[in-house]
């Protein structure tokens, strides 16, 4: 599993670790390796539901590099940085031209949300792609429905996801 060693590289660690510190008191949704490996579980689960052949190295490698550009505070596009950073790291641990080009695609993608019945009319007429699978993962990897700070967040109503439909795995 090449995706491993990404977590072993001193470029992925420090940025990571400047993230965790600039979101140590943030109220709304963090982005640390708990969503990074939540976004990366429900688009291997979406891919297998839709029947697209995935292969995990290049799903858990972007999952990992997704959101990485937000140590940059300065930052107005956290993606493209993102995607800078995924072709800095991604050589050294294993990954090739052709699967890097496959990641930053997912990466520089995967900002956008859709309505939770939305989600649900493409999951169940199995309308996706990686790209959609990889996106909607990362909106639905948040926990709305728990969180202290949704009455605030800027997210759209129909965008949150609410304990009610939590059961979203499942119901194709």
């Known amino acids: ?12 660690k420090f940025c990571l670790n400047q993230i965790n510190e600039l979101e140590k008191d943030r109220i709304y949704c963090r982005h640390g390796l708990d969503h990074f490996f939540t976004v990366a579980e429900i688009s291997m689960i979406l891919t297998k539901e ?10 858990f490698g972007a999952a ?7 140590y940059d505070i300065a930052a ?7 995607c800078q950073l995924a072709k800095k790291i991604l050589p050294d641990c294993g990954y090739n031209t052709v699967e890097i080009e496959k990641i930053v695609e997912l990466i520089s993608s995967h900002r956008g949300r859709y ?4 989600i649900q009319e493409l999951r ?3 309308q996706l792609d990686l790209k959609e699978c990889f996106r909607i993962a990362d909106q639905i990897s948040r926990k709305c ?10 997210w759209k109503e129909e965008e949150k996801l609410h304990f009610e439909i939590v059961q979203l795995q499942g119901e194709t």
């Open 64 to 70: 990992l590099l997704h959101d990485l550009g937000r």
């Open 145 to 154: 429905f728990e969180c202290q700070a949704i009455d605030t967040c800027k």
């Open 1 to 12: 599993m090449m995706y491993h060693k990404i977590l072993e590289n001193s470029n992925y």
């Open 76 to 82: 107005d596009n956290h993606e493209a940085i993102s």
């Open 124 to 126: 169940n007429t199995k």
């Open 115 to 118: 309505s939770i019945s939305k």
């Open 50 to 59: 839709s029947g697209i052949d995935a292969d995990e190295n290049i799903i």
